[in-house]
């Protein structure tokens, strides 16, 4: 059976708001078609098919070179400082990271609150729960 789903829920998905959602379909950006009771929805490969063309449109920025390839542009939302080490929460759309860095790069970086910053995420062991 083939996931769908909501408008609202798809924007929570994209990390947008439903109207910015709803603009793309009515700009043609993004498949939709109405259930039963007349609401919108998204087919799921559709939905993964633009999430990925929309990560690959970018910001217009040039990329970093990294080769960590998760990458989760946010606001810092907390800088804890320690003797040595510190931990800085990242609000990146749904999600929320926490990094635990040097108290010295923390200072290097000038991280603060409210600023915008990139969290790249390199694992080597990557667990994926199904919804």
């Excluded at 559709?46 to 542009?73: K, M, Q």
């Excluded at 759309?93 to 990139?118: C, F, I, K, N, Y």
């Amino acid at each position: 059976m083939q996931a769908s789903y909501s408008i609202g829920r798809a924007a929570r998905l994209l990390g947008v708001s439903p109207d910015t959602v709803r603009r793309w379909a009515d700009a043609g950006r993004i498949p939709t078609r109405r259930d039963e009771a007349g609401k919108r929805i998204v087919e799921g490969t559709d939905l993964a098919a633009f999430s990925v063309a929309l990560a690959a449109e970018g910001s217009g920025e040039e990329a970093a070179y990294t080769s960590a390839r998760n990458a989760f542009p946010g606001i810092i939302t907390a800088v804890k400082l320690g003797d040595v080490a510190a931990q800085v929460e990242i609000q990146a759309g749904p999600h929320r990271l926490v990094s635990l860095l040097t108290r010295e790069a923390v200072e290097e970086l000038g991280l603060a609150v409210g600023m915008e910053a990139v969290a790249r995420v390199k694992a080597t062991n990557v667990h994926i729960d199904r919804a």
